[in-house]
């Protein structure tokens, strides 16, 4: 797999595992809109892209808990227009393009 073929789900299993954490302490870190955490099938389905994450919230929360850039995940979670999605960029071009649109105006 390149880093191009990357998904929010092999992200988040990669991040964690990385981390030396289990799905069910994981889920228990992420909270739904009602405050509740998500459970741990559903954080399974996520890793395995069955599912994807319910909200922006949920993207932020699982950035924090695995530190992971949070423009790279809003990326992967298909947050992004569709015609800046279907150039498949790698975290490197991603990060790249995000930090030349970011970058201040130059002076005239």
């Known amino acids: 797999m390149t880093e191009a073929d990357q998904t929010f ?16 302490e994981l889920a228990s870190k992420i909270l739904r809109e009602d405050d509740e955490p998500i459970s741990p099938q559903y954080l399974n389905d996520i890793e395995h892209d069955r ?3 319910s909200s922006d919230r ?3 929360q699982f950035a924090d808990v695995l530190n992971i850039k949070t423009d790279w ?6 947050r992004f227009p569709a015609d800046v999605r279907q150039n498949k960029l790698s975290e490197t ?7 030349a649109f970011r970058a201040p105006p130059k002076k005239r």
């Open 9 to 24: 789900g092999r992200a988040i299993s990669q991040a964690r595992k990385a981390l030396g954490m289990s799905q069910k």
């Open 51 to 53: 599912r994807s994450p």
């Open 58 to 60: 949920m993207v932020q």
């Open 73 to 78: 995940l809003y990326y992967l979670a298909g």
């Open 93 to 99: 071009q991603f990060t790249t393009a995000m930090l």
